[in-house]
């Protein structure tokens, strides 16, 4: 499995587009970029995938460099209740297991 | 729908008892995990079902840590003579084969 690396802290106002960066730069072309999050007290919670192509849902947009070594995670219109530690892991669909590492603490500010 | 749940919330045991704790998938899921979470880290994969067999189980610290899944839908994570160093959140998740993972609440450990 390739191994993330984000930034360990973030701050975004409200209103704004939180934008979270991510490297995996040891990503294998089979493998997908997985992008959860977790609330205080909260068991993580999917956001959005994507292989190479930029993806986008109700909740997130994720853009994929074109070498696929790194992504980011934007949140158009961040609100308080974006307040979390948001996670980028990589593995192959339907994976058997997510490997998590320490996900970037994101504080939404009024 | 309902989600995964895990019971109980909360538990808290003495140094060396055994401890059970249940996962109820979403139904129709056919994959199910456990993973652990220590404070202010990410979640740490121990084991994952498909159907009744447990697909990878390299996650599992040592013996004492044992999971079943019997019928293919409830799972049951047992801990023989609990460590101080076992307290943590237990986190369950399930899936269809081939999508993303939803998660439970957790169980909070605490080994006293």
């Known amino acids: 499995d390739a191994k993330t690396t984000q930034p360990p802290s973030m701050d975004c106002a409200e209103g704004r587009a939180a934008n979270l960066p991510c490297n995996h730069s040891?990503?294998?072309?089979?493998?997908?970029v997985y992008w959860y999050r977790q609330i205080h007290s909260q068991g993580p919670q999917y956001i959005i995938h994507g292989l190479k192509n930029n993806e986008t849902n109700e909740m997130a947009s994720l853009i994929i460099t074109e070498d696929r070594k790194s992504s980011t995670l934007i949140l158009p219109h961040a609100t308080l209740r974006d307040t979390a530690v948001y996670y980028c892991?990589?593995?192959?669909?339907?994976?058997?297991?997510?490997?998590f590492g320490q996900g970037t603490r994101l504080t939404i500010n009024p | 729908g309902a989600g995964v749940s895990q019971t109980p919330s909360n538990k808290v045991t003495e140094k060396g008892k055994y401890v059970e704790l249940r996962c109820d998938p979403i139904?129709?899921?056919?994959?199910l995990y456990w993973y652990r979470q220590s404070l202010g880290q990410g979640p740490e994969f121990l084991i994952y079902?498909?159907?009744?067999?447990?697909?990878?189980d390299s996650g599992l610290p040592n013996d004492r840590f044992f999971a079943v899944r019997p019928e293919g839908s409830v799972s049951t994570l047992k801990i023989q003579r609990t460590e101080r160093g076992d307290s943590a959140v237990y986190l369950c998740?399930?899936?269809?084969?081939?999508?993303?993972?939803?998660f439970g609440p957790g169980t909070r450990l605490t080994v006293t």
């Open positions: 892991t990589a593995g192959r669909k339907g994976a058997q297991k997510l490997v």
């Open positions: 079902f498909q159907g009744t067999g447990a697909a990878d």
């Open positions: 139904s129709g899921h056919t994959a």
């Open positions: 040891t990503i294998s072309g089979n493998e997908y």
């Open positions: 998740a399930s899936s269809s084969e081939g999508t993303e993972q939803y």
